[in-house]
């Protein structure tokens, strides 16, 4: 039986939790990296089809699985196939995601928090473009500050997770998921209003297909899991505190339908601002956010230092908010399997999983610094741990709970999870569950092989 303390108290707050774990640096951090390195437009609109047509069915395939589970994600496959218990050890996916994933996370929402206070001591003003280069290298290979900022974001993490489902996750998501929205209104005000904003929606709305080729269509795919949050078993952990009375269907399509706003929203606060200087290109990769935009700011703002010192700190805010309700998410995965399997309250469940992942996320962080040329399958640990999740246990996770929920479980326990027990029509269900049997495993498939070199014959 679900206690009611265990249990999203309405709605609305189910779908910001999980829209709070799917709006995050992904969005407006990852999202225009991806997009100003792939090409622009037509980038996005290859990742807008995987999210449609991959994305929004994994994720509804999670929540059908966690809400089955009912309050424990670990037994969740077990009880949903009927009690065969050979597919217990998908339930460890998620705990073992959760640390791999906030892990290195926790690294770049650390540089948000250290730059966020940049903004709010005014640090940024009077610097040099390449005062800003300079001082992000000599910050990010730091062996002290980084791992103390990351430490930071942990332990604010830990205390939401530790206050409980309603306390903490669905009220954080309550207070930070609307503030997010109107920062970036206000953002995107701002940046349509600098000069030369209309290069930067070109870029961002005029495809230009002759770059696409199969790794931008692999970053693409990649892309639309790590901004859903699907394949890690994520999502499941949270539908185990939905309500029987959701619509998985409509709450999947509404989560989707916030995170790819606020994706397309970022860019069009990123594109414009970077567009407005001459000389800079959109695809500077990972360092767009930390180098080129704070200089966009100081120069396009320059003289008028307020408006500069306002832009850089809520634009930083945004980012710590959106890293914030992410790492929540990906805390929980890993505490609830403490919680619930080894009997441990949620505050220490809370405070075992922030501390191993502190020790990992140290090594992520030197991996930029001391620990350069410390690799493993010649990746640093950040890139590593980067690959293992957004490349390999994403769309792996997802095509085997696709696979689960289409083949596994009995049609009539997938029916009834999808109409609330017959009570709600569903009328996409036969689209998504040929979906999830057909299309999701062989797509997933197909894209992997390819990246494996196994159609290399065919050339
Ligand atoms: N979707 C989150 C983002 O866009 C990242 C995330 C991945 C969160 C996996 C939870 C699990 O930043």
Redesign the pocket.
């Known amino acids: 039986m679900k206690t009611n303390k265990n249990v999203f108290a309405s709605k609305v707050g189910a779908i910001l939790a999980a829209a709070g ?7 407006v951090w ?1 999202f225009p990296t991806e997009t100003g390195t792939n090409g622009g437009a037509a980038f996005i609109l290859i990742y807008v089809l995987f999210m449609l047509l991959l994305g929004v069915p994994i994720m509804v395939t999670e929540f059908a699985i966690g809400r089955h589970g009912g309050e424990d994600v670990t037994h969740a496959f077990e009880k949903m196939s009927g009690g065969q218990r050979g597919w217990r050890w998908m339930g460890l996916i998620p705990l073992v995601s959760g640390f791999l ?1 906030l892990s290195y ?1 926790a690294v770049v929402a650390g540089w948000t928090l250290y730059y966020a206070y940049e903004a709010l001591i005014g640090g940024f003003s009077g610097k040099s473009p390449e005062d800003f280069t300079n001082d992000f290298v000599a910050f990010s290979s730091d062996s002290l500050q980084p791992v103390f900022w990351m430490m930071i974001i942990i332990i604010l993490t830990c205390g939401i997770v530790a206050l409980g489902v309603q306390k903490g996750i669905e009220r954080g998501a309550r207070i930070m998921m609307p503030l997010l929205f109107v920062f970036i209104l206000v953002l995107v005000g701002c940046s349509l209003a600098l000069p030369n904003a209309s290069k930067g929606l070109t870029f961002l709305f005029q495809p230009d297909f002759s770059k696409v080729n199969s790794s931008v269509i692999l970053s693409a795919m990649g892309q639309a899991f ?4 699907v394949g ?1 078993g ?1 999502l499941c952990t949270y539908a185990c505190y939905f309500r029987k009375d959701i619509d998985l269907m409509k709450d999947g399509l509404s989560v989707a339908s916030i995170d790819t706003l606020v994706a397309l929203l970022s860019g069009l606060i990123i594109f414009p601002a970077v567009y407005s200087i001459q000389g800079l290109q959109p695809d500077a990769g990972p360092s767009l956010v930390f180098i080129t935009l704070p200089n966009v700011f100081q120069q396009v703002f320059g003289n008028i230092s307020w408006l500069a010192y306002l832009f850089s700190l809520i634009f930083y805010l945004l980012l710590v908010m ?1 890293a914030l309700t ?1 790492s929540i ?2 805390l929980e995965m890993s505490a609830a399997y403490f919680h619930k399997n080894l009997h441990l309250s949620r505050p220490l469940a809370a405070v075992i999983v922030s501390v191993v992942c502190m020790l990992l996320g140290t090594f992520c962080s030197w991996s930029f610094g001391d620990w350069k040329d410390v690799t493993l399958f010649g990746m640093g640990f950040f890139d590593l741990f980067d690959y293992i999740v957004a490349k390999l246990i994403m769309p792996i996770g997802g095509m085997l709970m696709c696979i689960f929920l289409g083949w596994v479980v009995d049609e009539k326990v997938l029916c009834a999870e999808m109409t609330n027990n017959g009570t709600i029509k569903s009328p996409l269900y036969s689209t998504y569950r040929f979906i999830i049997r057909y299309f999701a495993p062989l797509c997933i498939f197909l894209i992997f092989a390819n990246e494996l070199g196994l159609f290399g014959f065919l050339k």
């Not at 774990?21 to 969005?27: D, E, T």
Request: glycine share 10%; proline share 0%.
């Open positions: 774990s799917a709006v995050g640096l992904g969005n990852r994933v996370y790590f901004s859903l949050s890690l994520c959106a992410s998410s990906m």
